[in-house]
């Protein structure tokens, strides 16, 4: 098991979806990877199940379909999150509107 705390933090861009894609390849195999990110784009990206934590707690658990819903996600984040789905993506990219959307 593997046990990451902001692997990609300080890559540029390639490095940090080379780095995400081995991660996924290594668990698709059988190895458990638990990755602590803040970035929402990563783990919808690349995430099977989220554990979401406000202030250090628990709030809510899933398959990431469930979890990276922007009605749980604004109170904790504290921003406006538009879901986009851009053309040939599975999954979600969140997008935060200008500043004067803050919660």
Not at 13 to 22: F, P
Not at 95 to 102: N, Y
Request: charged letters at 20%; glycine letters at 6%.
């Amino acid at each position: 098991a593997m046990l990451l705390d902001e692997p990609a933090n300080s890559m540029d861009l390639r490095h940090i979806h080379r780095t995400m894609h081995i991660l996924r390849q290594l668990a698709q195999r059988g190895l458990g990877i638990l990755v602590v990110l803040h970035d929402l784009n990563l783990a919808a990206q690349y995430a099977d199940d989220v554990w979401l934590l406000d202030h250090g707690s628990l709030v809510d658990t899933g398959p990431w379909q469930q979890v990276l819903d922007p009605a749980r996600l604004e109170p904790i984040y504290g921003v406006s999150l538009r879901p986009l789905s851009p053309p040939g993506c599975e999954r979600p990219v969140f997008f935060v509107p200008p500043v004067d959307t803050l919660i």
